[in-house]
C-alpha cells in the first residue's frame, strides 16, 4: 500500500540537532496515527492526531517531541535536541475518520539514526 | 493499561511446516484483534482482523486465526509456510470504540528453502 508516504526514509542526526518527520495520509483520511518501533520491541503508539488537532498524546515523551498535523501540507513528527536513544523507526498510520476500528494504513517509516 | 504478549520473538521453520504464533492480550472488555505483517523493507499490512461472529478468521495468503476469549489468545495459524513467509508478525489490539492499536513486539519468522 503506497498510499501512505513518509519522508525522509532514512535520517542520520547528531546528538542536539533537530528532526523532522513526515507523512501525508492516504487519499481521504483525515487521522494520522504515529507510531516508534526501538530495536527489538513493538510499535509503540505516540500520538493520534486529526487536522488541525492532537487527539491523543498520551504516547508522546514529555519532552523534545511534538506533532502537529496543519490544515494544509503532511502531518510532522518533531524532535528537537535528538539524543541517541530517539534512534529508531517511525512509522505513520491513516485511517479515515475517528472512531474506525479497522484497519490502519501504515506508511514505510522513517528511520532516524543519532550519531 | 491493556497489553499484547507475542510468546516467541525468533521462528525458525522449513517450507512447509505449520506455523502457529502465540498472541494473548490483557483487556477484558470488547476487543478487535489484527495480525500484522512487516515483510523485509516494507511497511506493515493487515493479515486479518476479527471484530465479532466466527472466531477463526481467514486472511491473505493462507493464514488463519483463532479467537478464543476465555483464553485471551488470538494465535495465528498457517499449514504450510513458504519462503516469501519470511517476515515480522505483529499481533495487535485495540478495545471498545477506540481507534489507537496496541502491538505486541512481534515475531520474527524465518523461513528456510
Known amino acids: 500500500n503506497a498510499g501512505v508516504m513518509q519522508n525522509p526514509r532514512h535520517l542520520v542526526r547528531r546528538r542536539g540537532q533537530e528532526a523532522r518527520l513526515r507523512c501525508s495520509p492516504m487519499?481521504?483520511?483525515?487521522?494520522v496515527y504515529w507510531y516508534r518501533q526501538l530495536p527489538e520491541e513493538g510499535l509503540k503508539f505516540m500520538v493520534y492526531l486529526q487536522k488541525e488537532n492532537i487527539i491523543d498524546e498520551s504516547g508522546m515523551p514529555k519532552e523534545r517531541f511534538s506533532a502537529e498535523f496543519p490544515k494544509e501540507g503532511p502531518s510532522i513528527l518533531r524532535i528537537q535536541q535528538v539524543v541517541r536513544g530517539d534512534s529508531a523507526a517511525y512509522f505513520c498510520?491513516?485511517?479515515?475518520?475517528?472512531?474506525?476500528?479497522?484497519?490502519?494504513?501504515f506508511g514505510e517509516g522513517s528511520r532516524l539514526t543519532v550519531l | 493499561a491493556q497489553s499484547v504478549s507475542q510468546h516467541n520473538h525468533h521462528v525458525i521453520l522449513s517450507e512447509a511446516a505449520s506455523l502457529e504464533l502465540g498472541c494473548n492480550y490483557s483487556?477484558?472488555?470488547?476487543?478487535?484483534l489484527f495480525w500484522y505483517v512487516q515483510y523485509p523493507g516494507q511497511h506493515l499490512q493487515l493479515l486479518l482482523k476479527y471484530f465479532s461472529g466466527d472466531p477463526l478468521v481467514k486472511g491473505i495468503k493462507g493464514f488463519e486465526a483463532e479467537f478464543i476469549k476465555s483464553k485471551f489468545s488470538f494465535n495465528l495459524r498457517k499449514p504450510s509456510v513458504q519462503w516469501s513467509d519470511t517476515a515480522e508478525y505483529f499481533c495487535a489490539v485495540t478495545h471498545g470504540g477506540d481507534s489507537t492499536l496496541t502491538f505486541g513486539k512481534g515475531t520474527m519468522l524465518l523461513v528456510s528453502p
Open positions: 487519499k481521504g483520511h483525515s487521522h
Open positions: 498510520a491513516s485511517s479515515p475518520y475517528r472512531g474506525h476500528t479497522g484497519e490502519l494504513f
Open positions: 483487556y477484558g472488555g470488547t476487543v478487535n
